[in-house]
């Protein structure tokens, strides 16, 4: 697979999962993360990723990276939430590496509780696509493990978090019942 066909798959997971957003009649608008939201991003206050030092040092050397980029609908559209993910065509699983919603960028912010959600729907999308096997979540953040083993992921190693793609559609259907937010209750998620 090259960087072409690897961007079209990227572009057919964020075109499914507006749609479902659409079809919610939820307000946000997703895309690949560009240049521009990577400064919008690292410009923002409060957020709990070091963003800067992912872009200085680790997006541009990840092999079969695709992106999201979560912004609001308001004028002007403020980025509101990233993800990088990566495929690995080897062993055929797609991993999260940098997930985020940046909290109180956008007064009432349509994203709250929902970027679980989106990342884990372009990741389920993307794998879907090119028939992987399973997710993984490397190096999550330790607080936020138990909203992981929510999403019905499971420890394989220290550093990583790994569900089947059918664990993530059962848990995807029900997010999309509630509508796309999650039920999970724990202060900072």
Known sequence: MDKEQLEQINELALVLTQQQLDEMDIKL?????TTAHALMIEQTKGKVLDWVGWFKHEHENLINRFTLSVSSKGRPPMTIGAAVFSYDMRDRHV??????????VAYEDPLVKRMGFLALNVAYLFAFTVKATHIRVINPLKDAIPYYK???????????????????RDKLDRLRDLGGQHDYEWEDV
């Open 29 to 33: 608008t997703v895309d690949f993360l």
């Open 150 to 168: 929510y999403l019905n992921f499971e420890a394989i190693e220290e550093d990583c978090l790994e569900a089947t793609l059918a664990s993530i």
């Open 95 to 104: 991993s999260i590496h940098m997930v985020e919603h940046f909290k109180r």
